[in-house]
């Protein structure tokens, strides 16, 4: 800032302008208007930065909640493919129950019993429930002819369908619950 010292005191003091230089209305409006483009552009890239970080942020929460999601699928996967050998189970045992063997399909389930055993054994003792010891000696279907050292005994603890053998090597249990429960860890993988 000048300075400046009057010898006498003033007596009046006109002042025509101040400051920059006038400008044109023209040359204003111009201004203006790239101005206002100046801070249009400024707004939008300071909006358009806000928005692509709230897109990333989005974009992140979707993904947690995606991992989220697929973790719990894969973890109800694996719950549904472990339970579901026990859900058929207890279907197939309801259906099971009460359920009537023909001659032949009793024939057939003592034969795949006497399978695990080595050929010619003696001594052997069949177990089986009430109703299919009396459908057996009714129809024999073949049993005593071809296991001549077999005999058959009449069990009140087995149900329909469950067979048990002893030999002199030792006991086998083919009840249809021991069955069921080997199937069923088979499914599982155990």
Known sequence: MQQMRLNKPLKGLRISYVGTAPVAAEKAQEMAKAEYK???QKAREFYERQIAGLRQEAAELQQQVLDGIRREMEQLKEEVNYNM???VMAVVRKIWTGLELDE???????DEVLDQLSPGENDL???LCPADYGRLL???AG???RYPGLKIVEDKALQSGDIA????FGHVDARVKTKFRKLCD???GL
Not at 104 to 110: C, D, E, G, P, V
Not at 165 to 168: A, H, N
């Open 38 to 40: 100046r801070g249009y």
């Open 125 to 127: 003792e069949i177990f």
């Open 138 to 140: 009714n129809n024999d």
């Open 143 to 145: 049993v005593s002819a």
């Open 85 to 87: 050998p026990d859900i």
């Open 104 to 110: 032949k399909t009793l024939s057939r389930m003592i």
């Open 165 to 168: 053998l002893r030999s002199r």
């Open 186 to 188: 088979e499914l599982k």
